[in-house]
């Protein structure tokens, strides 16, 4: 075993003679070597920084202030220091001490005089203990950064991303779902009205002051609804419900959605229009397939849906008047007990050559019965009226 | 050999176990020289009060050094103190203390006509 990648051999021995032969012999073997005149000395040296980096500890027994009896008691009793190897240099009439200390813990004994190959071969062997022992603890580090970086990573997709998004990535059955599957969605585009406008008049920060409340306050809604948020585009926002983790009854969670994004828009428009922002908000929702899965290019995919049902209800959304949830004739179906409809006829949307009859959502069901929402003036009452 | 103040053997390995280095042998030799008249001072003085641990450790030193140098005779007697030092009767032991005093005598002229030689070389 040739002596190369070293050591750090720390001497303890209480007489300067031996510790100058050893530390020349481990010298002359390509060790680092350290030294201690005393058991006192060598502890204080094991628990200062360089303490850390000792290989081995060549242990002499007999010596003043704390023998190597009691060094290698407190070494085995310390969790820094139990795994350092210690041998105890020993002279041959001494093996009953020998035997007390490996029972005691230490590795190997080396007996004097000094022998420069029996020093090697005790040396390898504990070095190759110690090496294995730092392995562990090297892949039991590395183990614990890469479980934190996974986790971190996680974490961090999970505020770039819709939850399910997030989740679908990191779950095994992700691969397939990204590379495009198709599925019935309801779809849920709204955009705020009168934005243009706004954002031509309005300084930066406003800008992005309104932006910034209206996001918070939807993307609280939309997840609490279990939506998934495919993207926010200034203010248009699209989500689709039943991908890519599917729910039973989709379509009265994204109507649910939306008439709980109208009433917090009406919480946010009361404020905003004393600042002078006239701001409104319209919905529109559709059923059908689409294609979903991993969309764009290397280095920028988003998690998309493609297909007419987000064109319809991006159209819808642009039909429909402040206040206003557009509902296609699928969705309004599937919805119908849930909810106070009207009929606003048949609408010519651009890139749908047939008429397309839609209906407004009034209010939940549910709510109807009480006076609250019905005055919060959905449909074409005058959004004035509410505020007065 | 029991007549030999230094065991040539002894002196080899150690020679090996440096490197071959005859000056550091030399200087390993002057550190014996210079360190050791303490430990025989201790021995004196651990005889004279009666204290038997402190006579057990610098028998147990001397004897030591004193074979890793291979000054084997003086490290046997030297043993032969430490073994003795917990309760052999007082008499004996300073008869022991004698014996290794002597036998330092003959291993000290020894180690100086060899540390100049091994300087020298």
Known sequence: ?????????????????????????????????????????????????????????????????????????????????????????????????????????????LPKPFDASILRARLS????????????????????????????????LAR????????????????????????????????LRGFTAFSETAEPEELFGVLREYQAAMGELILANGGTLEHFAGDGMLV???????????????????????????????????RGYELGFGVGVAVGHATLGRIGFEGRYDYGAIGMVVILASRLSAEAHDGQILLSQRAYAAVEDLVVGEPVGELSLKGFTRPVPAHNVLALRGDAAGAGPAASAPGSAAPAAAEA | MPDQPLDEATLAQLLETVGGDHAFLAELIETYLADSPALLDDMR?????????????????????????????????????????????????????????????????????????????
């Open chain 1, 1 to 109: 075993m040739s002596g190369t990648g070293g050591g750090r051999i720390l001497v303890v021995d209480d007489t300067r003679l031996n510790r100058s032969v050893l530390v020349r012999a481990l010298e002359e073997q390509g060790y680092q070597a350290l030294e201690a005149a005393d058991g006192r000395a060598a502890l204080e040296l094991l628990a200062s920084a360089d303490g850390g980096t000792v290989d081995v500890v060549l242990l002499d027994l007999e010596m003043p202030e704390l023998d190597g009896y009691e060094v290698l008691r407190r070494m085995k009793a310390d969790d820094a220091l139990r795994h350092i190897p210690v041998i105890v240099i020993s002279a041959v009439d001494e093996l009953d001490s020998v035997v007390r200390c490996i029972e005691m813990g230490a590795a190997d004994y």
């Open chain 1, 125 to 156: 062997a504990s070095l190759a203990s110690k090496r294995l022992h730092d392995l562990e603890l090297d892949y039991a580090a590395r183990q614990a950064t890469l479980l934190e970086t996974i986790e971190r990573q996680r974490t961090e």
């Open chain 1, 160 to 191: 770039f991303l819709s939850p399910q998004v997030a989740a679908l990535v990191s779950s095994p059955e992700g691969q397939d779902l990204l590379d495009g599957h198709r599925r019935l969605i309801t779809a849920v585009f709204s955009d």
């Open chain 1, 240 to 274: 689709f419900f039943n991908d890519p983790v599917p729910v039973a009854d989709h379509e009265a969670r994204a109507v649910r959605l939306a008439v709980a994004m109208r009433e917090r828009f009406e919480a946010l428009r009361g404020p905003w229009r004393k």
């Open chain 2, 45 to 121: 003085g651990a005889l004279a009060s009666g204290d038997r641990v402190a006579l057990r450790r610098a028998a147990h030193t001397l004897k030591s050094t004193s074979a890793s140098l291979g000054a084997l005779a003086l490290a046997a007697t030297c043993r032969e103190l430490e073994a003795a030092a917990a309760d052999a009767p007082p008499a004996e032991l300073a008869a022991r203390a004698e014996q290794v005093t002597s036998d330092y005598g003959a291993a000290r002229a020894a180690l100086e006509a060899r540390g100049a030689q091994e300087g020298a070389t």
